[in-house]
């Protein structure tokens, strides 16, 4: 099913995995207030971090966000919606506190809105590819460096889900 014209249609929708509801309710709360990644990754692309409670908060290399009501040391899976991720850049050198930085990979306008790739550095350094959806024209060159921001409404903290057995 098209989850667009799901959202579109419907004043209630009963949203299924294995043959099982996983949650119901009006379009805007599956979409605003999820209760599982599943129903996150439903309506879309979305970024994923593993991370770990500490004093409240879980940091991921997008920005640091509330870790809601999970308790300090859990380990966290936070989805990050591509129109979460706020572009600002070019990224000023001296800047106070300008936010997590990101590289560009690549910027492609798509009409409506421009969708960037973007590589961000996890905390030991490893390089993180990212997807940006951006309102309008944003059209940054390849290699330069923008900051980022996080719109908390369109993050998701869950605890994480235990690895699949083979």
């Given at each position: ?34 209760v599982?990644?599943?129903?996150v ?7 994923e ?37 706020r ?68 993050v ?11």
């Amino acid at each position: 099913h098209d989850p667009e014209e799901a959202m579109f249609m419907a004043d209630r929708i009963a949203l299924m995995r294995e043959g099982h509801i996983v949650q119901t309710g009006a379009p805007a709360d599956l979409y605003c207030r999820p209760v599982e990644p599943f129903v996150v990754r439903f309506f879309g692309e979305v970024n994923e971090f593993e991370g770990v409670v500490h004093d409240g908060m879980v940091a991921t290399p997008a920005g640091t966000i509330p870790a809601g009501p999970l308790p300090q040391g859990a380990a966290v899976t936070v989805l990050v919606r591509p129109e979460a991720l706020r572009v600002a850049g070019p990224q000023a050198t001296g800047d106070a506190n300008p936010g997590p930085a990101a590289r560009v990979i690549a910027a492609r306008l798509l009409g409506r809105a421009s969708l960037l790739h973007l590589e961000v550095r996890n905390a030991a350094g490893a390089p993180r590819h990212l997807h940006a959806r951006v309102p309008g024209v944003c059209l940054p060159g390849s290699g330069q460096v923008v900051g980022l921001a996080l719109d908390a409404s369109q993050v998701f903290v869950f605890p994480r889900e235990p690895a699949a057995s083979a």
